[in-house]
T-cell receptor, first 119, second 113 residues
Framework: DAGVIQSPRHEVTEMGQEVTLRCKPISGHNSLFWYRQTMMRGLELLIY????????DSGMPEDRFSAKMPNASFSTLKIQPSEPRDSAVYFC?????????????????FGPGTRLTVT | GENVEQHPSTLSVQEGDSAVIKCTYSDSASNYFPWYKQELGKGPQLIIDIRSNVGEKKDQRIAVTLNKTAKHFSLHITETQPEDSAVYFCAPGRGSTLGRLYFGRGTQLTVWP
């Protein structure tokens, strides 16, 4: 398996522009998480989905952020309009969650991240 | 929600020495206690986890111990090697199909050759 795939790996944009980050989870995983990592705030959970349904979006900083999961193999995180303080590394993670052979598995598999710079 | 604290925030050891990182949490309902390792330029990766019905778990040079009464668990790395240098995160949570993990602020471990 290729693991969690994120695109783009790097994004540089100007303040006010729309940014769309993409994620393809591991096939068969039923949960998907979006995180943001900065030196100041550490690793923050923005939103997570279970079976394509958003479960908790309380970590989304403001209305400029939105996330969708139209099917089990694709999710997007959109920022519109972007601001310099949105600069961070954004990670997507997926998890099989629940019981499987050998016991329960709640491991989260992280993608390589998207480094976003807003100037 | 869960209040998670990790100590120390940075740790430097000589190659071959042991390293211990401690994580305290506040939610008594947490029952799943993993540790993640993040290497430079990569996403975090699970290295070991433990459930609340177990007090200790070992996997070669790494181990995790849990004190559920005191609400803390620790990562132990023995015979450290330079490739152990990374940021380590604890992430307690409720192991369920709808639960989430609460990541600590991380510990930067540096192993000097």
């Amino acid at each position: 398996d290729a693991g969690v795939i994120q695109s783009p790996r790097h994004e540089v944009t100007e303040m006010g522009q729309e940014v769309t980050l993409r994620c393809k989870p591991i096939s068969g995983h039923n949960s998907l998480f979006w995180y943001r990592q900065t030196m100041m705030r550490g690793l923050e959970l923005l939103i997570y989905f279970n079976n394509n349904v958003p479960i908790d979006d309380s970590g989304m900083p403001e209305d400029r952020f939105s996330a969708k999961m139209p099917n089990a193999s694709f999710s997007t995180l959109k920022i519109q309009p972007s601001e310099p303080r949105d600069s961070a590394v954004y990670f997507c993670a997926s998890s099989p969650r629940g019981w499987s052979r050998g016991g329960s598995s709640y491991e989260q598999y992280f993608g390589p991240g998207t480094r976003l710079t807003v100037t | 929600g869960e209040n998670v604290e990790q100590h120390p925030s940075t740790l430097s050891v000589q190659e071959g020495d042991s390293a211990v990182i401690k994580c305290t949490y506040s939610d008594s309902a947490s029952n799943y206690f993993p540790w993640y390792k993040q290497e430079l330029g990569k996403g975090p990766q699970l290295i070991i986890d433990i459930r609340s019905n177990v007090g200790e778990k070992k996997d070669q040079r790494i181990a995790v111990t849990l004190n559920k009464t005191a609400k803390h668990f620790s990562l132990h790395i023995t015979e450290t090697q330079p490739e152990d240098s990374a940021v380590y995160f604890c992430a307690p949570g409720r192991g369920s199909t709808l639960g989430r993990l609460y990541f600590g602020r991380g510990t930067q471990l540096t192993v000097w050759p």
